[in-house]
């Protein structure tokens, strides 16, 4: 990543970003995991120690933010990443500083997820940040991503405010070319005077002071985004007297359709800057044009500001775009989506396919199997919703009888079959207060919370201490694996090392839940089903808030650091072929021979003997540890 | 100068699939041409579905390929090469390892997994040439099943574009490959051209 000046590589989005926090002399970076937006840091974790840049991920986007926040204020240029869901946890922060300055750049880095890629509502990011009203530059492609962080740190500095910069998606993991600039080594010195009346807020004359100060620093901004590069208006000689008005991933499609049609005489604008948008560059627009097309993925944020200014100029203008419902506000646009978009206004017929071969197609698709997620080979979650399961059974509960509240992250995968033991999924935390709240309605069986370890130290702990204060009779599970997997593996505080890979004393969850006022805590290993049934039934028994932590590191990172096991082994004597193993379980690494019988992938399997231990037969047999 | 070319490559999360695509379009990019990648990354390492979008030439800007804008699908499996239908088109060069991966539904006959000849045959009428290998078997007989990827390489350079030279892609699986296992890789890249020649 530390590459020479203007030489050109291939990156994603997300690295690019990287690479621009390194230009523009960034001193912390700092976020927590979340899909599509995690890469920002894993890139700089290399080179931080070289550049002298503090990197690191936080427990949750609202401390992150809050660090940077302060280190922002003592003249330190930072960088904070999160997805869109994180932009919801930091918000409280974020509304508040907005009214404040920064000293040194800070860039808020948010990832939103058209398209629902990584299993998340499809939260239009550009819409919250009006709330705040803080500036906002969208991003197209890895280049453009890049530009605009290292823009962003200057415009922040300038206007002594936050700055947005967002991608979605599609655009954050695109890779493409970019052009190396060179890297900022030298840092502000650090310094903070005290100016109460300019960094408190509870006092209402000092509050509303910093609300027009707010007001003020984004008039003066307004022009200077308004010309900046991220909004580009092409007026050709020859104006077909349409216009296209494009915004991130879009305006990727818009292009290509250009080039691939050979369309001459579009009016096109690309807006970059969407908060506070470029108005004067729209009115040139609307003088020049009878038709608008407006390309926009989910809200129809920019048309209804088109519409307006359209309103306001008193113009006779042909605005197409969502609000005829003419393109989707649900999922991403692709090129094909905005091709017929275009071909429509145009008038031009959309060549090849027939019916004949759309039919084919479509019932070609309809024919590859899907693949619903399963739990990895060896995952302990897969173990410990099994232990569920049985001490369900052996308490005498059916399979509709006890609600299993979900939560974010790899824990959620036991929505999926064959155990589709997760009732609901909310948001970080919420499973443990969605527990509680089905106990006050009156729900009378137990009720059981699964939360992972890092989602637990997210939003967990709040919601814990409340079970314990009020004593709402809940089981809490924390399914501990050690790590952040379902972003990439990222340490969490109950992992044993850093993020540069150096050894650390974990924080042990079970302490947090006995500080928190829940007295029957158990601490269990998964893969000993015996032993974590007998903790659920324990607590199945039990009456007031009840814990148990399900300690097993996550079987990728095992795999990775030579901790798994050998594989186990089936004996073809003692297999029926009943299939048990596979219809509970479900593991990847199981597969059938050409007799019926079960075989194990030795190559996948990590022998962590959960199999072993649910055949009825006894035909599997364990490998045991490894030597090597 | 080349205007677009569109390679496709389908594939299961664990079957490096996103490692040829890195492969392509380094090799790409070493040439000079314009490069966009568009990737389906977020279940790449349990078992998913995965899709590489590898565009090069004067005019991609999207990262993904038009619907059937493929110029040449590498399916690493074959049921994945059905999922991907909307992007082949007539000018289509699917080129299909015939090794499947079969979900746990499948093993439990709740679904059902298509005959290779019928996904053959459909793959026949909606695309355009056709060259099914058991890249598969070729990898494991040679000592190194997980090199099945790079088996599918050797047979893209055997019947795919001829854009990308043999020097480049092999420099760009230097870079992009373990260097323990680089000398294996080349024989496996050896093997696939070899079948396809």
């Known amino acids: 990543m530390i590459g020479s000046e203007e030489s050109v590589s291939l990156l994603m989005s997300n690295e690019a970003i990287a690479r621009g926090a390194m230009e523009a002399g960034v001193g912390v970076v700092i976020g927590y995991p979340g899909t599509p937006s995690s890469e920002v840091i894993s890139t700089l974790m290399p080179v931080a120690k070289e550049l002298s840049i503090r990197v690191e991920w936080a427990v949750n986007e609202k401390v992150a933010f809050d660090i940077a926040l302060g280190a922002a204020l003592a003249g330190t240029r930072c960088l904070v990443t999160m997805k869109s869901a994180g932009l919801n946890v930091a918000s409280d922060s974020i509304m508040s500083a907005a009214y404040g300055d920064v000293n040194g750049g800070l860039v808020v880095y948010v990832a939103d997820d058209p398209g629902a890629h990584a299993g998340m509502e499809e939260q239009d990011s550009r819409l919250f940040i009006k709330i705040a009203m803080l500036p906002m530059i969208d991003t197209s492609d890895p280049q453009d991503a890049k530009d605009a962080i290292v823009a962003a740190f200057d415009y922040s500095e300038e206007f002594k405010t936050p700055i947005f910069v967002r991608s979605t998606s599609r655009v954050a993991h695109m890779r493409g070319g970019v052009k190396f600039g060179p890297i900022q080594k030298t840092r502000k010195p650090s310094e903070f005077k005290r100016d109460i009346r300019r960094f408190t807020r509870a ?60 369309v001459k005489g579009l009016v096109t604008l690309r807006i970059g800057t969407v908060n506070p948008l470029p108005e004067r560059k729209i009115r040139d627009l609307i003088g020049k044009v009878d038709e608008i097309l407006v390309l926009e993925e989910l809200e129809p944020y920019i048309e209804l500001y088109v519409k307006t200014i359209i309103a306001e100029e008193d113009k006779r203008i042909l605005l197409h775009g969502k609000k005829e419902g003419d393109l989707p506000k649900v999922g991403e646009y692709s090129y094909d989506l905005v ?254 021979n050409a007799d019926g019988k079960m075989t194990i992938d030795s190559a996948t399997c990590t022998g962590c003997g959960v199999c072993a231990q649910i055949c009825p037969f006894a035909a599997i047999i364990t490998g045991g540890p490894r030597n090597d | 100068m080349i205007e677009e070319y569109n390679v496709l490559i389908a594939s299961v999360g664990g079957q490096g699939g996103i490692t040829l695509a890195r492969i392509l379009s380094n090799a790409a990019l070493s040439q000079g041409l314009n490069v966009r990648v568009g990737e389906t990354l977020g279940m790449a390492q349990r078992g998913g579905s995965v899709q590489s979008h590898v565009r090069f030439g ?66 026949r009428k909606i695309g355009g040439s056709v060259h099914p290998l058991n890249a598969f078997e070729l990898a494991k007989k040679a000592g190194f099943s997980r090199s099945m990827n790079i088996v599918m390489l050797g047979a893209y350079i055997a019947v795919g574009e001829k854009i990308l030279t043999l020097d480049a892609i092999k420099e760009a699986m230097a870079a992009s490959l373990p260097s323990r296992y680089l000398e294996q890789n080349m024989r496996a890249l050896e093997i696939g051209i070899d079948k396809m020649r």
């Open chain 1, 339 to 592: 091709e017929s978009a275009l071909s429509k206004v145009l008038g031009i017929e959309s060549a090849e396919g027939t019916p004949e071969l759309d039919e084919a197609t479509k019932s070609a698709m309809k024919l590859a199997p899907r693949r619903p997620l399963p739990f990895c080979p060896g995952c302990p979650h897969r173990a410990t919703y099994t232990a569920i399961r049985q001490a369900l059974r052996e308490s005498g509960f059916g399979e509709d009888e006890v609600i299993i509240t979900g939560d974010i992250g790899c824990t959620i995968l036991g929505m999926h079959p064959p155990f589709n033991m997760c009732w609901t999924e909310v948001s970080m935390g919420a499973s443990i207060g969605l527990a509680c709240g089905f106990k006050y309605a009156g729900i009378e069986k137990p009720v059981i919370a699964t939360i992972g370890d890092s989602t637990f130290f997210h939003a967990g702990i709040p919601p814990t201490i409340n079970t314990a204060w009020k004593k709402t009779d809940i089981i809490l599970a924390v399914l501990d694996n050690r790590i952040t997997a379902m972003t990439g593996h990222q340490p969490s505080p109950s992992s044993w090392f850093t993020e540069t890979g150096e050894k650390e004393e974990p924080i042990r969850i079970e302490n947090i839940i006995e500080a928190a006022g829940i007295k029957n805590v158990r601490v269990v290993d998964p893969y000993d089903l015996q032993q974590a049934k007998f903790a659920f039934l324990e607590a199945l028994k039990a009456k007031g808030p009840s814990a148990i932590v399900l300690r097993r590191v996550c079987s990728l990172v095992a795999r990775r650091m030579n901790m798994i096991n050998n594989p186990s082994f089936v004996d073809p004597e003692k297999c029926t072929g009943c299939l048990h193993c596979i219809e509970t379980l479900s593991c990847p690494a199981m597969d059938i």
């Open chain 1, 203 to 262: 006092s209402p004359i000092w509050c509303m002071e910093q609300h027009t100060l707010l007001n003020a620093k984004i008039e003066k901004l307004r022009p200077i985004f308004e010309r900046s590069k991220f909004n580009e208006l092409h007026v050709p000689d020859k104006n077909s007297r349409i216009g296209v008005i494009a915004s991130g991933a879009s305006w990727n499609y818009l292009k290509e359709f250009i080039a691939r049609h050979n």
């Open chain 2, 58 to 123: 004067e005019d991609v800007h999207g990262p993904l390929i038009p619907e059937r804008g493929s110029d040449v699908l590498l399916s690493l499996e074959p049921a994945e090469a059905l999922r991907v239908a909307k992007y082949i088109g007539k000018k289509t060069t699917v080129i299909m390892n015939t090794h499947p991966v079969l979900p746990t539904s499948v093993l439990l006959n709740e679904t059902t997994y298509p005959e290779i000849d019928q996904i053959l045959s459909i793959l």
